[in-house]
């Protein structure tokens, strides 16, 4: 049997992690609160309410710091806990305090790189790396092959997924589900690109250092992918433990 073994959502895009039981996905959308916040840098032509490729924001492949940072989300009042090991804890409200954010943030933020200078926000659709609103699907089997091939245990937080999968898998055997679709608990999702993997995965998710060479063991594959984007086309609760199966 394989399951759901982890669930993550990422509200502000690259600053921050946070681990759920359960969610209710919807046909077309992002996973709820899931990068509907993103940090536009200096440099950045990022429009409010529109989509934009990842170079327009602040991201941990740039600022491998940001990886460190936990997220916890009140979602009553909108307003956003953030952790790191080198700062104290901020709450905020992303709409409405970037300013606090941006002063606890930029020190972390290398000062050779373009500097956070505003928050934006896109409901449903979120500021996922993909051209389409995705959902993130990893394989604990995929994991524990890269682990064992660089002699190493690994966090999987490295890899920012969304939905985490264990059980009768093996490993890689996630990148041939592309075209197909996937049924976990009420919800189907049609898995349609790998995701190509970036310096982010370097980076330490305890001390934000970038520690080991993630890209160089994917390519001991013939690759540099590591986990599959997936549209969501059925709504329907997913929740950790649920059973998966692929169509």
């Known amino acids: 049997m394989t399951a759901v073994s982890c669930i993550l959502r990422y509200p502000l895009k690259s600053h921050g992690r946070e681990a759920i039981e359960q969610v209710t996905l919807t046909a077309g959308e992002a996973m709820p609160w899931d990068r509907v916040w993103a ?16 170079m327009n924001f602040s991201i941990v ?3 491998p710091a940001l990886m460190a940072i936990t997220a916890t989300l009140h979602e009553d009042t909108e307003r956003l806990t953030l952790r790191h090991p080198r700062l104290p804890a901020l709450t905020f409200n992303p ?20 500097l956070p200078a505003r928050i934006l926000r896109l409901d449903r659709r979120g500021y996922t790396d993909s051209e389409f609103p995705s959902v993130t699907i990893c394989s604990m089997a995929s994991h524990r092959a890269v682990e064992e091939h ?3 245990p690994l966090s999987i937080h490295r890899w920012r997924g969304n939905i985490w999968l264990d059980g009768e898998l093996d490993p890689w055997e996630e990148l041939d589900w592309v075209g197909r679709e996937i ?3 009420d919800a189907v999702l049609l898995v349609r ?26 390519d001991h594959w013939g690759h540099r992918d590591f986990s599959v984007r997936a549209e969501v086309v059925r709504s329907g609760r997913i929740s950790v433990g649920d059973r998966v199966a692929v169509q």
Request: glycine share 6%; aromatic share 6%; with cysteine.
């Open 39 to 54: 940090v536009a840098h200096e440099a950045s032509k990022a429009q409010p309410g529109e989509w934009a490729p990842y």
């Open 61 to 63: 492949s740039k600022a």
């Open 95 to 114: 709409d409405s305090e970037a300013e606090a954010f941006l002063n606890w943030v930029t020190p972390i933020v290398p000062p050779t790189r373009a």
């Open 150 to 152: 660089m002699s190493r």
């Open 183 to 185: 049924a976990i608990g």
């Open 193 to 218: 690109e790998r995701t190509d993997r970036c310096m982010a995965t370097a980076a330490n998710p305890e001390t934000g250092q970038r520690d080991a060479d993630t890209l160089g063991a994917l």
